[in-house]
Structure formats: C-alpha cells, structure tokens
C-alpha cells in the first residue's frame, strides 16, 4: 500500500512539473517579449548558415563547458556577493535637447553613450545606433530584473531620426522590444545576426526594414558599409532558444570614418581578421564589463586588460568603453571595470570616458574625467 501511494504521488508530482513545463512554453509563445518563430524562407537561410550546426549557432572557438555546480554558485553568488554592484549615488547624466540634433546629420563622426552598450552615432551624415535600450530594466517583464541606475540622456520620445540600428545578439540588454517598436514607427532600419529578424517581425517592423545578416555579410547604407563581423558569445530570450540566433560585432565602413563595436563578445583571434579586412578604426566601441569568474564566463565576456589588447589588434586610434555602468549584471564592483581598463590602456592608449549624453567628436580632443570616483 505505501508502495502505491508512493507511485501515486511521483506521478502526481511528475504530471504538475509537465504541466508546469508546458504551461512556461504556452506562456513564452504567448508574450510578444520572447520573440518570434522565423519564416520558412529565413528558417532555410538559417540552415545554411556555416556558423549553424546541429540545431545551433556555434562560436569559432567553442566555449568552455560550465558544471552544474558552477552555475549554481554563479547564481548563489549573483545574490549574495559582497561586491558594490550598484551605484552608492546618482550617475551623472548629460541631458540632450532634441534640438541638439540636426537633420540630415552633419558630416564627421559623433558619439554619444546612452550607458550600457547603447552608443549613437553621426557619421559621415547619417545616424546610427547601436544596441539601443531605453527601458526601465533589462528584462521580458517591465517591473522586474535588471534596473537601471540612470536615465537615458534624451527620452525616447524625443530621440531624433535614426537611419540605421545595428544589434548585436537578442538578450535583454542589448535587443529591447519597447525600443525596438518606437524607432520603427519612424522609419529606422535594423541591421541583426541572422534569426533576430523572426522577433522583430513579431514586434511590427515591417519586413523590407528588416535585415538579417550572417558574418562577414555587408550592406550598403547612403554611402556607409555595415558589416556584420564576427564575435564570441551566445544568444537566447527564454529557457527553450539557447544559441537559436546568431550574435554579431559590427563594423561601420563609411568614405571618411570607420567605427567597430564588439557586441558582448569573449577573446579570440577575430579581433585579429577584423582589423586586418577593415581597420585602422576612428572609434572602437568595446564591451569592458561583466566578465568572469568562471572559465566558461570568460569565453563569452573578455577582461577589461583584453579589451584594451583587443583594441590595439582592431587598429584603433580612439576606444569608448561600453557594457558597465547602467545594469547589475556582474560579479564585480560596478565601477571596477573602468578602472582596470584605464589600468590596463596606461598613456598609451586614448580611451575616452564620457559620461552618459557628453558628446565626443573625432574631429577634436576630448578631456575625460574620472567623473565615478564622485559617486559616492
């Protein structure tokens, strides 16, 4: 009898996690924030694609295999770390009047950190933007998760004309969809790794604004040469996608400036290739934060030392650090990875510290100012 009723309740129990699980799949399928399912045309150019293998997008150098165990103290340690994650006081935030912005965009080369890995750029007279999140957090639900610690420099409302958005993998800090909808309504094109067209789709972009592109794919924009290169990470928006869209870095080939943004990327030899195809680079925009501890970590998201090596391999002549100071997403202090990266570039290296909305020019110097060591 205690045998029966033992099986009883393990089926019982068994039955509510499948239904659990299914309810999860129904619930992702459903909410517009998780995506979309590609076409059949974009299913078969995915299929074809060389860096696409058994059911997944794969990095040129595989990333380390992470133990169960590691996860579970990576999670352990994402709540309990001892670090200071998060701001003790306000960032200070340059704020843009619309007004700031011309249109067309004047000849040269612009940039301004929204924070995060969100930079936009004028460039030999259109605009771009990379990565482009505004919302709240960095999460499919607006109330919960990651939460920025300051505003963007100009509402989006606000925010001017935008002729081309490039993306870099579809996770949460990089690919929002509010973001996404907004700078569709006013004719931005989008520029994605291959299968990220599938979610904007969902999202209402219209399709012939929609271009996903595989590395080393280029496409031509008034003038400007948008490469999509490549880089070391991984992508997924729910529990069931993991590695079912490509990720990307991206380079900006226009006829007087050329600018590179790494994406979220880990260290390998493509620095190397993309800066002997397209370099020397005006502006390399590289991710500094969210690295480690474990090794598989360190794959997918380089050292700020790295960075600062994987800039001179670009030919770079100026590098703006991105990927710190906006989320909590790391298990370091928030304002460490600056710090080594200024460590690491010494006086021969021209990294620029903006602070978020302050304008840097190609065409003129810039006095960076330790501007976090007063946020206290």
């Known amino acids: 009898m205690k045998r029966a009723r033992?099986?009883?309740?393990?089926?019982?129990?068994?039955?509510?996690?499948?239904?659990l699980i299914a309810a999860s799949v129904l619930?992702?399928?459903?909410?517009?924030?998780?995506g979309g399912s590609p076409s059949a045309a974009l299913e078969t150019k995915i299929q074809a694609s060389p860096q696409f293998s058994d059911g997944a997008f794969v990095n040129v150098v595989p990333q380390s295999p992470t133990p169960a165990g590691v996860l579970w103290n990576l999670a352990v340690a994402q709540i309990s770390g001892d670090q200071i994650r998060v701001p003790p006081s306000a960032i200070p935030v340059v704020t843009l009047a619309p007004e700031s912005f011309t249109t067309p965009p004047a000849a040269g080369l612009r940039s301004v950190w929204f924070g995060h890995s969100s930079v936009l750029l004028e460039m030999d007279g259109l605009r771009f933007m990379v990565d482009p999140v505004f919302s709240l957090y960095a999460s499919p639900v607006g109330f919960a998760g990651p939460k920025r610690f300051h505003p963007?420099?100009?509402?989006?409302?606000?925010?001017?004309?935008?002729?081309?958005?490039m993306i870099?993998?579809?996770?949460?800090?990089?690919?929002?969809?509010?973001?996404?909808?907004h700078l569709a309504s006013t004719g931005t094109h989008f520029y994605v790794p291959l299968g990220i067209g599938a979610d904007l789709q969902?999202?209402?972009?219209?399709?012939d604004r929609i271009h996903d592109m595989q590395w080393w794919d280029i496409i031509e924009v008034g003038g400007?040469?948008?490469?999509s290169t490549p880089n070391r990470h991984y992508s997924g928006?729910?529990?069931?996608?993991?590695?079912?869209?490509?990720w990307s870095s991206w380079s900006i080939i226009g006829p007087e400036h050329r600018v590179y943004y790494s994406g979220d990327t880990g260290y390998s030899d493509h620095f190397k290739e993309i800066g002997q195809r397209y370099g020397p680079f005006d502006l390399t925009i590289i991710k500094v934060g969210a690295y480690g501890p474990s090794k598989g970590w360190l794959d997918v998201?380089?050292?700020?030392?790295?960075?600062?090596?994987?800039?001179?391999?670009?030919?770079?002549?100026?590098?703006?650090?991105?990927?710190?100071?906006?989320?909590?997403?790391?298990?370091?202090d928030w304002d460490e990875p600056i710090k080594r990266t200024l460590d690491a570039a010494g006086e021969a290296v021209d990294v620029v510290t903006p602070r978020v909305g302050e304008v840097v020019s190609a065409d003129r110097g810039f006095t960076s100012e330790r501007w976090w060591e007063q946020v206290k």
Not at 317 to 322: C, S
């Open 27 to 34: 619930a992702m399928k459903s909410c517009a924030t998780f």
């Open 6 to 19: 033992t099986g009883i309740l393990f089926r019982w129990l068994a039955g509510l996690f499948l239904l």
């Open 168 to 181: 870099s993998h579809d996770h949460y800090d990089h690919l929002d969809m509010n973001t996404v909808r």
């Open 202 to 207: 969902r999202w209402g972009v219209p399709q």
């Open 152 to 165: 963007t420099p100009v509402a989006l409302q606000d925010m001017p004309p935008v002729d081309a958005v």
């Open 301 to 332: 998201h380089m050292t700020p030392e790295q960075a600062v090596d994987a800039h001179g391999l670009l030919g770079g002549r100026r590098m703006l650090p991105v990927h710190w100071a906006t989320f909590n997403m790391a298990h370091h």
């Open 224 to 227: 400007v040469k948008i490469v």
């Open 237 to 246: 928006r729910d529990l069931f996608d993991y590695k079912k869209t490509l």
